[in-house]
């Protein structure tokens, strides 16, 4: 069992940054890829960034890039997402999700864990 627990999520003006944090106790090792998914009513939910726990490997969906930075501190269990000029369509509810393996899959159906979500609203 992986319990996740984020937070960082709020309200910010367009341009500006949040930083999400996800937090991982229980049986997660070396070897569990971690990502981040977004979700707006009634869309499915969304890749947005993943990060191999030991190996550094990263994937970010194209609409992030060079904005958002997925990172992880394997000392404190914990993964970050530091998203960067923030527009109005970031809005969503933010998960973090946790697999066991390497691959850092963009599919959520592969990532057998997951948080609670935290909400991130960016107006106009």
């Known amino acids: 069992q992986v319990q996740l627990v984020e937070s960082g999520g709020g309200l910010v003006q367009a341009g500006g940054s949040l930083r999400l944090s996800c937090t991982a106790s229980?049986?997660?090792?070396?070897?569990?890829?971690m990502g981040w998914f977004r979700q707006i009513p009634g869309k499915e939910r969304a890749f947005v960034a993943g990060i191999s726990w030991s190996g550094g490997s990263r994937n970010y969906t194209d609409s992030v890039k060079g904005r958002f930075s997925i990172s992880r501190d394997n000392a404190k269990n914990t993964v970050y997402l530091q998203m960067d000029s923030l527009k109005p369509e970031d809005t969503a509810v933010y998960y973090c999700?946790?697999?066991?393996?390497?691959?850092?899959?963009?599919?959520?159906?592969?990532?057998?864990?997951w948080g609670q979500g935290t909400q991130v609203t960016v107006s106009s």
């Open positions: 999700a946790a697999r066991y393996g390497v691959i850092i899959h963009t599919t959520p159906d592969k990532y057998a864990y």
């Open positions: 229980g049986r997660i090792s070396s070897a569990d890829a």
